[in-house]
């Protein structure tokens, strides 16, 4: 996967062959905020200054940017996987926070952040 970070914002970049161009819109937001370029070096730059831009029209408009990730996670499992990951948790002397943040990151270190 190519991904590209910048000041807390991540972004994945695609290639459109028939228009020669390379192209990405920042993860992880609401707001829809793209960019494109026809070389790697400008791409850069145009992510740069697509987050820069979106930095400065939020504080424009007096609203807060969105941030990616606010680090709380909720979401719904099987009982049964729930009842497997409470118990490895308590086996391992952690809570299931603990056991959970540390499963995802293992997990989520097998893909790139970008940068």
């Not at 370029?37 to 697509?50: C, G, I, T, W």
């Not at 029209?57 to 609203?63: D, E, F, R």
């Not at 990730?69 to 490895?88: C, I, N, Q, T, W």
Request: proline residues 4%; charged residues 30%.
């Amino acid at each position: 996967m190519n991904t590209m970070a910048y000041k807390g914002y991540s972004a994945r970049i695609e290639y459109d062959d028939e228009d020669g161009i390379f192209f990405g819109k920042i993860a992880g937001i609401a707001d829809g905020v793209g960019f494109h370029a026809d070389n790697v070096a400008d791409l850069r730059a145009a992510f740069h200054e697509a987050v820069e831009d979106y930095l400065e029209t939020c504080a424009k408009v007096g609203k807060p940017p969105q941030k990616p990730y606010s680090g709380r996670v909720m979401f719904r499992v099987d009982p049964e996987v729930h009842r497997k990951a409470a118990l490895a948790a308590e086996l391992s002397g952690k809570s299931l926070n603990q056991w959970a943040e540390e499963v995802l990151a293992r997990a989520a270190i097998r893909q790139p952040e970008g940068g």
